[in-house]
T-cell receptor, first 114, second 113 residues
Framework: ETGVTQTPRHLVMGMTNKKSLKCEQH?????MYWYKQSAKKPLELMFV???????ENNSVPSRFSPECPNSSHLFLHLHTLQPEDSALYLC?????????????FGPGTRLTVL | GDSVTQMEGPVTLSEEAFLTINCTYT??????LFWYVQYPGEGLQLLLK?????DKGSNKGFEATYRKETTSFHLEKGSVQVSDSAVYFC????????????FGTGTQLKVEL
């Protein structure tokens, strides 16, 4: 595997389900990000982990819970979601401490909440 | 705070036409500037970047020049192809890097035969 991978690519869940999204980066990076991409809206930064510590949480509802067990893996745990949470969830990684923040993205997980 | 403004789409062109997608930014100092492309059903891919004023980023026939005086980073291509149909995002990173990348809203490009 190369680059940034995400699983699953598609997920359909009910409002009472619990599921997790997984992201893995194979680039030797030490910062990882979750973004939400909804139709007709700008890309929304949800969480940032740098050196395995959460450094940013942009007022995301508690039904989204991130986990970063090591610098290569990032999870987004989902529970009791709402239909408006349906979106494309993108993971990205970068090398923290560089002069510019070049981020590499995964293909995304298309989430549908029924 | 930092912001990026892109022209609204969709932009529809015929194959081999000239492309310009405008991008202007608001930021303090000298940010790094990026263009990302998102093909249907995929994530964002870095297309090109420029890290200082007057730098020209280029890749796959696309070019963009960092213009500090007009705070712009317009994307151009001399002859588009159907395979260039995608959504293009302009983005900036503040001076010194940091963890935040500020994106524009994206511009959809449709290229027809």
């Amino acid at each position: 595997e190369t680059g940034v991978t995400q699983t699953p690519r598609h997920l359909v869940m009910g409002m009472t389900n619990k599921k997790s999204l997984k992201c893995e980066q194979h680039l030797g990076h030490n910062a990882m990000y979750w973004y939400k991409q909804s139709a007709k809206k700008p890309l929304e930064l949800m969480f940032v982990y740098s050196l395995e510590e959460r450094v940013e949480n942009n007022s995301v509802p508690s039904r989204f819970s991130p986990e970063c067990p090591n610098s290569s893996h990032l999870f987004l745990h989902l529970h009791t979601l709402q239909p408006e949470d349906s979106a494309l969830y993108l993971c990205a990684s970068s090398l923290a401490g560089t002069a510019y923040n070049e981020q590499f993205f995964g293909p995304g997980t298309r989430l549908t909440v029924l | 705070g930092d912001s990026v403004t892109q022209m609204e789409g969709p932009v529809t062109l015929s194959e081999e036409a000239f492309l310009t997608i405008n991008c202007t930014y608001t930021a303090t100092g000298y940010p790094s500037l990026f263009w990302y492309v998102q093909y249907p059903g995929e994530g964002l891919q870095l297309l090109l970047k420029a890290t200082k004023a007057d730098d020209k980023g280029s890749n796959k026939g696309f070019e963009a020049t960092y213009r500090k005086e007009t705070t712009s980073f317009h994307l151009e291509k001399g002859s588009v192809q159907v395979s260039d149909s995608a959504v293009y995002f302009c983005a900036l990173s503040p001076p010194g890097g940091g963890n935040k990348l500020t994106f524009g809203t994206g511009t959809q490009l449709k290229v027809e035969l």
